[in-house]
């Protein structure tokens, strides 16, 4: 592989038929950026980052180099995209290599059903990509799964504590302007003058570590680790220095579960940052002193995993609070002026008719807060490496339709419907529609557009 020099890092993108969320083409993909900058700082490679949220499938696969090497990144719902894509450019004789959440939980079923696939990465990508491309041993490289001869070999784990990641260089992106183009077209009412880019600030989930997480959750479950504070802040600066970003989307998993982190990155705040952020946060989180913090630092909007407003399905999902504790913590933000995306999660196991009408009651006298800018309503898919989906491949029936590789998730989604709540998948349905149109549609996480079920869907057909 040493003979190549151009690499390609591709984020495949969701189905053409399926509806892209609003915040789509508004950032560009973090994790390969920090690939692309781990590499660059470690070679002299020419290094493309391809994003299948602002080119279609065609527009990728055009733009594959024969003889390269092609790292994919792909979520479950874009794996057969991430196939298209992997299969084109086996077919160019390139190196392929696939990562992302997908190849995290089934890189011995990609493998086993897909010769295109040289190499999945099930673990951060960053140190095990600049080994492969430069060509050591196989068998030392951290993170990896791959062929040997006739059998599969899974190589250790190794992880990069999130504080020893190098500055993400977004000018590996070729074309950052056309994500501030979309961040205005569809946030110019959080900042006019906004130029959103992401930051990666910890790794991990504290409550999962600690309580085995939500029913529906297919993070990965990896160790904590966060950046310095005085460290965040640089890493801020230099976005708005470098790049003119003023406006920063912390994808870590929960920015308010570590207290004393929020509470030094509060208080180390330089002088003259006018920085916007959006974050995530768990409901019992939400006190009036986190709140402070949180406008200190500059927090404009907090994405909030409520996912039900009826305590048994909060209990049955692991949610760890109550739908009172959540309706308060609600309040509590609009009292300190920050927005709320409201994230709610229909279909839970046992989810009833009464659950979601409760839930639909409650939304509706939540629209007299006039701080619940999005409303993240989606319909639990059980995805690989989540305790629904291995609850489901219990069930050797199911496990021989859906326990491989390509999963048909709208046909799974609608049999865990049927089969795991009390109530059925055309009820879930006729709630989630009613649900989703009472404040501004973010869009589900995943909807097709010809579903005979979702009717009141944002598509997104207009990105720059």
């Known amino acids: ?33 920090s690939i692309a900058t781990y590499l660059k700082e470690k070679s002299d490679l020419d290094v493309q ?25 792909s979520t479950s719902l874009a794996y057969p995209a991430a196939l298209k894509i992997a299969q084109a450019s086996k077919e160019k004789d390139s190196f392929v290599i696939l990562g992302g959440i997908h190849a995290y939980h089934l890189p011995n079923e990609i493998l086993e059903s897909r010769k295109f696939i040289d190499v999945v990465v099930h673990g951060q990508g960053e140190e095990a990509f600049r080994e492969l491309v430069n060509g050591e041993n196989i068998h030392n490289i951290p993170n990896i799964t791959f062929r040997d001869k006739n059998k599969i070999v899974s190589n250790p784990s190794r992880v990069i504590n ?6 993400p260089n977004f000018s590996l992106v070729s074309d950052l302007n056309r994500y501030f183009q979309n961040f205005q077209k569809h946030y110019g009412y959080k900042r006019k003058d906004g130029k959103g880019l992401p930051v990666y600030s910890s790794s991990g989930c504290l409550y999962r570590l600690k309580t085995g997480g939500c029913e529906f959750c ?82 404009l909007e907090l994405l ?43 279909g839970n196991t046992g989810e009833t008719e009464e659950s979601l009408k409760r839930t639909l009651e409650i939304c509706e006298t939540l629209q007299e807060l006039d701080n619940i800018d999005e409303n993240h309503c989606s319909i639990l898919i059980p995805l690989p490496g989540s305790k629904v989906y291995r609850k489901l ?15 048909d998730y709208e046909r799974l989604q609608i049999e865990f419907l049927d089969r795991y709540t009390l109530c059925g998948a055309s009820k879930v349905f006729e709630y989630y529609n009613k649900i989703e149109k009472l404040f501004n549609p973010a869009g589900a996480f995943y909807s097709p557009k010809n579903s005979q079920f979702y009717t009141q869907g944002r598509f997104r057909d207009d990105l720059a």
């Open 49 to 73: 980052i391809i994003d299948g949220e602002i080119l279609s499938l065609d527009e990728i696969i055009a733009s594959l180099h024969p003889q390269g090497i092609i790292g994919i990144s």
């Open 218 to 299: 297919s993070i990965p479950n990896q160790p904590y680790s966060i950046v310095r504070p005085e460290q965040y802040w640089r890493i801020v600066e230099r976005l708005n220095q470098e790049f003119g970003a003023n406006f920063i989307w912390d994808i870590s998993d929960t920015y308010t579960s570590n207290k004393e982190w929020v509470r030094r990155v509060s208080e180390s705040k330089p002088k003259g940052i006018s920085t916007s952020f959006n974050v995530y946060g768990r409901v019992d989180d939400i006190n009036p002193e986190m709140l402070g913090y949180l406008k200190k630092i500059g927090v």
């Open 162 to 167: 999130q504080r020893d990641l190098p500055f």
């Open 393 to 407: 491949m219990e069930d050797l029936d199911l496990r021989k339709k859906y326990g491989r590789d390509l999963i």
């Open 304 to 346: 909030l995993g409520v996912e039900s407003f009826y305590d048994p399905t909060l209990k049955s999902i692991n949610k760890g609070y109550t739908a009172e504790r959540a309706k308060q913590s609600l309040r509590l933000l609009r009292e300190f002026g920050i927005n709320v995306e409201l994230s709610l999660v229909l």
């Open 1 to 33: 592989m040493t003979n190549r020099s151009l690499v390609q890092l591709v984020k495949a993108p969701l189905p053409s038929d399926s509806a892209n969320c609003l915040r789509s083409g508004a950032y560009p993909p973090y994790n390969l950026t």
